[in-house]
């Protein structure tokens, strides 16, 4: 009996501190998480301007632009045309990826370019507030706005939270089945039991939802948490410009049946094949969402290498895709996104709660 009561003792001051030190992080991933579900449509409705370009009769090449860019943006590791357009308005967005210098500094740089001119509609770092909000708000979810040092500090967050599930799990161990057969009654006395009632009804129902979600980044992350680690493999080469035609290798990739070609990587650096990135029709329901197959070219040839489809591929990668689909809620349409910004709304309730109730707590434990 007094071992169970030191647990629990101990489990309390860990469910309490951990929550009062993560809930600033919370407000901040959950606010930022929910904008970021629907940013295609809002960056769409936001910036008509890069969306809803003059068509004309021909567009540039692909290959065309891809080279004009990489001459004009010297020091990349490789650049991507990160999404193609939705529909004959649309632009190409391209990704660049700077060589990194410093551990904290951002290397996301977007590139808009209208593919009936080849002209450059708008650019920027995605850190840089100005240039893109819906870019900049990404590199705050996703790393503070600090590059390594910000994703560490998201993998502690995200420790944090697991350990608050756990912690919470031993606290309200005897009330869990109450929970979730709706024997548990409100206690309507004073604003404490109020909050303390629905702080635990709303942490067991939705353990499944934030445990998946917080893990999802923390392993989406976990090669961060080494600080021992982030070594900066610096180049000291300029551009490489491939040799294959980047028009001819879409060409083929969108030839393989069942294939939708979403995105393009293509190396900067000697040494490295263009990936064609999209998804099989045969790769189910979770895996078959969003870029997670993709296709090998030789840089110099073109020929195709490989085609690794992503229920094929190996099980970490698999499982790391699977993660990547259930952090971002690309599965299952509006009614997943919905679902996600409640789930979303609950764990900053209970920070916020957590933190009054601490204010206003007995001496139980």
Excluded at 27 to 50: A, H, Q, T, W
Excluded at 77 to 104: G, M
Excluded at 240 to 248: F, G, K, M, P, R
Excluded at 327 to 348: E, F, M, S
Aim: proline share 4%.
């Amino acid at each position: 009996m007094q071992s169970k009561k030191r647990i629990t003792k101990l489990a309390f001051r860990v469910h309490s501190w951990v929550g009062i030190l993560n809930t600033l992080l919370i407000i901040i991933f959950c606010v930022s998480g929910m904008i970021l579900l629907f940013r295609k449509e809002l960056d769409r409705k936001f910036n008509p301007e890069l969306h809803y370009v003059q068509p004309a009769k021909q567009k540039v090449p692909i290959d065309r632009i891809f080279r004009n860019l990489i001459k004009t943006h010297p020091d990349l590791s490789q650049i991507a045309l990160h999404d193609f357009p939705e529909d004959k308005y649309d632009s190409y967005e391209f990704l660049l990826y700077k060589n990194q210098r410093e551990i904290s500094k951002d290397y996301l740089y977007f590139v808009f370019v209208n593919p009936y001119n080849g002209k450059v509609l708008k650019e920027g770092y995605y850190s840089d507030f100005h240039a893109s909000f819906f870019r900049w708000l990404y590199t705050l979810h996703y790393a503070l706005l600090l590059n390594r040092p910000g994703r560490f500090v998201t993998d502690v967050s995200a420790i944090f939270m697991l350990l608050s599930i756990i912690s919470g799990i031993i606290i309200y161990r005897k009330n869990i089945i109450n929970v979730i057969s709706f024997k548990s009654r409100v206690n309507h006395k004073n604003t404490h039991t109020i909050n303390s009632f629905f702080h635990r009804i709303l942490g067991v129902w939705s353990i499944p939802f934030i445990a998946v979600v917080f893990f999802s980044g923390l392993w989406l992350n976990r090669e961060l948490l080494n600080p021992f680690d982030w070594k900066m493999n610096i180049p000291n080469t300029s551009n490489c410009l491939v040799s294959a035609n980047i028009d001819s290798v879409l060409q083929k990739a969108n030839s393989i049946a069942g294939f939708h070609t979403i995105a393009i990587n293509v190396p900067t650096i000697v040494g490295k094949d263009i990936l064609v990135r999209g998804l099989f029709d045969d790769s189910g329901w979770l895996l078959g969402n969003d870029k997670g197959s993709d296709i090998n070219f030789d840089a110099k040839t073109g020929l195709l290498i490989q085609i690794n489809k992503v229920n094929q591929k190996p099980f970490a990668q698999a499982f790391r895709y699977a993660l990547y689909v259930l952090h971002t809620g690309k599965y299952g349409g509006i009614i997943i996104k919905i679902l996600y910004i409640i789930g979303a709304i609950v764990p900053i309730y209970l920070s916020v709660s957590g933190v009054y109730l601490f204010m206003k707590r007995k001496k139980y434990y």
